[in-house]
């Protein structure tokens, strides 16, 4: 998320209950939040109320083409049933230069285990959210990068990252950023999200 501007107008697709869009504010920035959940959208203008909310789906994002100086999107792109139809609507909403971030759940010894998971909840009949098959769907870095370029985005880049993300509490969020680096230099199995980013042609 280090590539996205400081200034200027951001869409957070899949914003659930505001945390970016409140992060990116207080940064200096304008972000607008979207999210397909009208519980998540509830709370996240309770939690943020200077900034706006909309009920929406990424794969069609509900903004005029040019409206963003960057689209960000946390977590929620494994949960997209179609996925390039939200790159391709992001590429679209984005200013020319405008910059698409997104940090996905990556195709990993990890997520490949999450199945499994949700077969044991459905047999047990455990019904809590870790558990509960959302249909969600995983890339690794080249096939993040083949869609990316399919929607007309230049300079890619996409790479592992692993657990620091923002909602996580301040000191667990700081021991996470210095465990970080090791992990993906290391391990990179264990860098469970890939972060992808690209650019419109100006
Ligand atoms: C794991 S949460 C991540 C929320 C937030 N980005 C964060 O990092 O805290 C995934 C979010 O994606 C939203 N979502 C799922 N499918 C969506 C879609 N097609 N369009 C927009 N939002 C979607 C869900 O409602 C949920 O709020």
Known sequence: MEVLPKKGLLLDIGCGTGL?????GMDGGNAVGLDISRGMILQARRRCKEREF??????TIPFCD??????ASLLAFSYMKDPQAM???AFRVLKPNGILAVCTLGKNLLTRGIPAIYLIGETIRVNHVVMRDFGEHYYNEEEMAAMFTTAGFADVQAKW????????IDPLFHLARKVEPFVERRLPQLAYNICVNGTKPG
């Open 161 to 168: 990252c692993s657990f620091a993300h923002i909602d996580l």
């Open 87 to 89: 790159l391709d609507e």
């Open 20 to 24: 970016f869009v409140e992060k990116f």
């Open 54 to 59: 909309v009920v929406g789906t990424g794969e």
């Open 66 to 71: 040019g409206s963003f100086d960057a689209v």
